[in-house]
């Protein structure tokens, strides 16, 4: 009765030799594929968030994570002050800052 759920197992031909060559190449391509496709530039572009953060300084015009924006009053260790209109001032992680904008850009502060 069992037998109607799991069908009898088939005797198979044995593989060819070369098989597990192929199948090492395959998977050194694959190892391959993902390293350039998906971890050298995750790490370029952690690299370069480093230093933009590294580079933060006083008066610089930046956008958070957030889409905020605003001009860095001070900066610490962890933290940064961003005036996001006169006399209003939060503070912020340093790394939700997305990007660092063209000096200028937030004109009415």
Known sequence: ???FFIPAAHAQ??????GGIAQIVMLVG???IFYFLLWRPQ???????KQL?????KGDEIVIGGGLM??????GDDFISLEIAEGTEVNVQKNSVAAVLP???????
């Open 53 to 57: 953060i590294s580079n933060l300084a």
């Open 30 to 32: 694959f190892v391959l």
């Open 103 to 109: 000096k200028g850009t937030l004109k009415s502060i």
């Open 1 to 3: 009765m069992l037998e």
């Open 70 to 75: 605003g001009r860095v009053t001070k900066v």
């Open 43 to 49: 790490s370029k572009r952690a690299k370069q968030h």
């Open 13 to 18: 031909d044995a593989s060819p030799a070369g």
